[in-house]
T-cell receptor, first 114, second 109 residues
Framework: DAGITQSPRHKVTETGTPVTLRCHQT?????MYWYRQDPGHGLRLIHY???????DKGEVSDGYSVSRSKTEDFLLTLESATSSQTSVYFC?????????????FGEGSWLTVV | RKEVEQDPGPFNVPEGATVAFNCTYS??????FFWYRQDCRKEPKLLMS?????NEDGRFTAQLNRASQYISLLIRDSKLSDSATYLC??????????WGAGTKLIIKP
C-alpha cells in the first residue's frame, strides 16, 4: 500500500469552528489531492497541489483552503466549518497527471459538523 | 446531465455468476478511463485501466466504446470477495479525473 497517512481519521466539530485535516506521504510524489465523497456523488476534487507551495482549486473549493510547505505534507483547512461540509475526505497522491500515473488514496477522514 | 454516470445498483448476484455494468461519459474528448474498487468505509483502489482495444485481468474484462461513449466492466465467476462499489473514472483533456458515483455490487452465496 502507498504510504499515505491522514489525520485525524474521525472528528466531530461544531459549526463555525476551524478544522485542519493533515495528509502525510512517504512516497515523494509530486501531486497531492484532497477529495470529498458524499452519497450520490462521485469523488469531488477540492484542491490539489503540484509541488511545494503550488496549489490550485478543484471543483468544490469554496470554504476550503490548503497549504503545502513540504513535499510530504498537504493540509486542508475548513476556516469555519458548516454542516454541508460533513463528509468523508480523502487525500490522494500521484507521480504525475498523465495516464499511467496511478492515483493512490489515504484511508479517509470522517468529519461531522454539528 | 452528469459528466460520468453509473447505475448505483445494488446489483445482487449469486456467487459464480457473470455480472456486467456500464458507465457513460459526456465529454467526447475524454482521454483515459479507469475502474476503481471501493470497499465499504475504505479508500478507492485502482482495479484496472481501460484501453481502446479492451483489456482483461483474470476474471475482469474492461471495454471502451468511444462511439457510444461508455465503458464497461465484466466480472466472470463472481466471488463473495468481489462485493464492493465499483467506481468509473474518466480523465479529460486537461488531465482532470471525473469520478462516477459508483455501482454497488453484492455477491450472494
Amino acid at each position: 500500500d502507498a504510504g499515505i497517512t491522514q489525520s485525524p481519521r474521525h472528528k466531530v466539530t461544531e459549526t463555525g469552528t476551524p478544522v485542519t485535516l493533515r495528509c502525510h506521504q512517504t512516497e515523494n510524489h509530486r501531486y497531492m489531492y484532497w477529495y470529498r465523497q458524499d452519497p450520490g456523488h462521485g469523488l469531488r476534487l477540492i484542491h490539489y497541489s503540484y509541488g511545494v507551495k503550488d496549489t490550485d482549486k478543484g471543483e468544490v473549493s469554496d470554504g476550503y483552503s490548503v497549504s503545502r510547505s513540504k513535499t510530504e505534507d498537504f493540509l486542508l483547512t475548513l476556516e469555519s466549518a458548516t454542516s454541508s461540509q460533513t463528509s468523508v475526505y480523502f487525500c490522494a497522491i500521484s507521480g504525475g497527471v498523465r495516464a499511467g500515473n496511478t492515483i493512490y488514496f489515504g484511508e479517509g477522514s470522517w468529519l461531522t459538523v454539528v | 446531465r452528469k459528466e460520468v454516470e453509473q447505475d448505483p445498483g445494488p446489483f445482487n448476484v449469486p456467487e459464480g455468476a457473470t455480472v456486467a455494468f456500464n458507465c457513460t461519459y459526456s465529454n467526447s474528448a475524454s482521454q483515459s478511463f479507469f475502474w476503481y474498487r471501493q470497499d465499504c468505509r475504505k479508500e478507492p483502489k485502482l482495479l484496472m485501466s481501460v484501453y481502446s482495444s479492451g483489456n482483461e485481468d483474470g476474471r475482469f474484462t474492461a471495454q471502451l466504446n468511444r462511439a457510444s461513449q461508455y465503458i464497461s466492466l465484466l466480472i466472470r465467476d463472481s466471488k463473495l470477495s468481489d462485493s464492493a462499489t465499483y467506481l468509473c473514472v474518466v480523465e479529460d483533456s486537461n488531465y482532470q479525473l471525473i469520478w462516477g458515483a459508483g455501482t454497488k455490487l453484492i455477491i450472494k452465496p
